[in-house]
């Protein structure tokens, strides 16, 4: 990392600790499985000049790492993915689809909702990547519409072996921030203790070598 990059992501660190995204201990996931973290994105919304930071480093990190002539539109992830998503389309003036969970039973019987041409490269934008699986399903329901998808950002990797799994499906992962990168960060803020960091640590190890 760059001196430059690397404050910036001491700055998110601070800023995603601070409201509370982040937090420590044991906790049961959707999934069912038991992990010593626990990352929500979905308050950010709540704290108008944290959620103006994120926003602002996606567009940062979307300019730097992926470059704004390699798309045409934007198509936001459901349902927390979806904040962040229109407002950098937003910024960079590009235009904003979403896609959802599960086809329109009425109407034109969509999943993905705004104009998209056939042709027209699409970025994917979600907040959170564990598996993958979320992600793949939109660039699916993108594709069957005619779009082309090559590239996602994402907030944040949890290091699970999404990202290996994406480019298997022809989608280079861009991902802003991982949990590893996070965890070292706070450990030397004494956000974070040094047995959660071990904790942390050997779960993406063990998670990559899955």
Known sequence: MTGHTENVQVEMAKVLYNMGALK???FKLASGKVSPYYVDLRIAPSFPDAFRQICDFYVQ?????????R???????PLSGLPFASQVAYSLKKPFLYVRKGVKLHGRQRRVEGILISGDRVLLIDDLVTTGLTLRKAAEAVRAEGGVVNEAVALI??????EEKLRRAGI?????????ELAKILNEMDALDDEGLETILKQVKKKKAA
């Open 172 to 180: 280079q992962l861009k991902a802003l921030l991982r949990i590893s």
């Open 61 to 69: 990190g979307i300019i730097n790492r992926v470059g704004v002539e």
């Open 24 to 26: 420590f201990g044991v």
């Open 71 to 77: 798309f045409d539109r934007i198509a936001g992830i």
């Open 157 to 162: 990797d949890r290091e699970e072996g999404g």
